[in-house]
């Protein structure tokens, strides 16, 4: 860098490269901000756009998305011909051609270099490298700015991806290969860390950047886990209730209070999904969940207890013995004289309010004193598979959106599940977590005293740090 050109107060990263070849991608990546304009036709960056990346409300890192390259071989033939008369080649080529209406966008790229910033340069692996290619890559030397080349692999061509990496690292610190389409934490991290060595004079900056970043990544798995760990308890512990005005109409009561009960627990189910895409700061991707194997179908629907691992005929089952159950002790509560409205409600509903959970009456006390009036509840759901199917379900979703980059803009989700060896056709994430964590979980989940929600979350967010990963491996239990 020139000794005259004193880089700004806080780190900025300047994207740059020719039309089309994914800068606002990569910056939208970065700097997570889904609201950045991506498109597919080239010239639709035609100003810089400045993004910063703020932490506890401080700023620390600025990405500035530029407009591509325009006229990349007379910015050149100016720059060879310039550069060792000027410290600043790319302030003084500003200065003797933004009036020039043909120039207006090489200005435009060229300002943050004038300012300090340092260059990510942005190719696509998917074409061999051409003369403008070339041309572009001498402007950036002979500015004299840090720079490191990222490789926007859009399509699959080893032979000229290595062409590309072999050009590049002539010019450039760092070369690395970053598909903003499907960059994860780990990858956008690592960018960071290559920054943080691009410039001697920002290490203790960026450092402090990559510290922060960290620290956040993490608080963010804890309230996601959190979210998760609250929904769980919501959850289980939901009822449905309302007055029984004659045995005539229990059966339409029921049934009202199942619908009551599965409404409830899917808004709460995309709230909490809500929720966890605000976290990780996606404002305005919202998945096409339609077909998607373990989220698109209804979460009391049977495709959903198939996929997670309970039949819907063993799920009813369990109804009728839970609900004929309950049935017998409405019957002895009260007095026998309920002519066999407890086991008719357990026998005959009780399959079909299994998926919404059990059925009960009983009396309604006001001010301690009983009441004839009689109470119908549908609720709490103690069917023991009930908890993962919820979690199960919150985990897919949460694995969904971390892995989700924020430059994609495709609002269908692709499969994120996470089959089981032994049952394929499971597409749940919990039938690949070792036994122990599976008992240490149903443990929170069973006695939901205040020490084993709190070990529930620090489970969670053990989970969801693996889920984050690219290849998901056994999380510890």
């Known amino acids: 860098m020139s000794e005259a050109t004193q880089p700004p107060a806080i780190p900025t990263i300047a994207i740059m490269g020719h039309p089309n070849v994914g800068k606002s991608s990569v910056v939208s990546t ?3 901000r889904d609201e950045i304009v991506v498109s597919p036709l080239p010239g639709t960056t035609v100003l810089c756009g400045r993004f910063d990346i703020k932490i506890d409300g401080r700023e620390i890192l600025q990405f ?3 407009p591509g390259f325009q006229n990349p071989l007379v910015v050149r033939e100016w720059f060879v011909a310039h550069h060792e008369r000027h410290p600043q080649p790319a302030r003084q080529f500003i200065r003797e051609h933004e009036g020039d209406p043909a120039l207006q966008q090489d200005c435009e790229l060229l300002r ?10 942005v190719v696509d692996a998917g074409g061999p490298v051409r003369e403008q290619d070339r041309a572009e890559i001498e402007i950036l030397r ?9 490789v926007n692999p859009k399509e699959e061509q080893p032979e000229l991806l290595e062409d590309w990496k072999r050009i590049l690292r002539k010019d450039f610190t760092f070369v690395r290969v970053f598909n903003a389409h499907q960059a994860c934490y780990e990858e956008r991290l690592g960018m960071l860390q290559d920054l943080e060595r691009l410039d001697q004079s920002w290490n203790q900056r960026l450092a402090e950047v990559i510290d922060a970043y960290q620290r956040d990544w993490s608080g963010r798995l804890e309230d996601c886990a959190g979210i998760i760990a ?5 959850c289980l512990a939901w009822r449905e209730s309302a007055a029984l005005a004659s045995p005539a109409g229990q059966a339409r009561l029921a049934a009202e209070l199942r619908e009551r009960y599965q409404d409830s627990l899917r808004r709460k189910e995309s709230d909490a999904m809500d929720r966890v895409r605000q976290i990780f700061r996606h404002r305005r991707w919202k998945p096409d969940l339609t077909g998607h194997p373990g989220l698109g179908a209804d979460l009391f629907s049977s495709e959903t207890y198939r996929l997670f691992g309970l039949s819907r005929t063993q799920l009813i089952l369990a109804g009728v013995f839970s609900g004929a159950a309950t049935g017998v002790g409405v019957d002895v509560l009260l007095g026998g004289h309920s002519l066999g409205l ?4 357990g026998a005959a509903a009780g399959g079909a309010v299994a998926l919404a959970g059990g059925l009960s009456l009983g009396d309604r006390q006001v001010l301690g004193r ?11 759901n103690r069917h023991p598979q009930f908890p993962w199917i919820l979690l199960d379900r919150m985990l897919l979703m949460a694995r969904l959106t971390m892995r989700q980059p924020h ?3 495709e609002t269908s989700a692709p499969p994120a599940s996470v089959p089981s060896p032994e049952a394929p056709e499971k597409q749940g994430v919990l039938s690949t977590l070792p036994g122990d964590a599976i008992r240490s979980a149903a443990r929170n989940l069973q006695r939901g005293k205040a020490d084993d929600w709190r070990a529930l979350r620090e489970l969670l967010t053990k989970w969801l740090e693996i889920l984050s990963q690219p290849t998901p491996t056994r999380p510890p239990g």
């Open 407 to 409: 430059g994609r803009r």
């Open 112 to 121: 943050p270099l004038a300012e300090g910033a340092a260059v990510m340069f």
């Open 230 to 234: 609250d929904y769980l308890r919501d």
């Open 142 to 150: 002979l500015a004299g700015c840090p720079r490191m080349a990222v």
């Open 342 to 345: 407890g086991a008719l409600i």
């Open 30 to 32: 970065l700097a997570e």
């Open 370 to 380: 009983k009441i004839s009036q009689r109470v119908m509840t549908v609720g709490p």
């Open 64 to 66: 500035i998305d530029t």
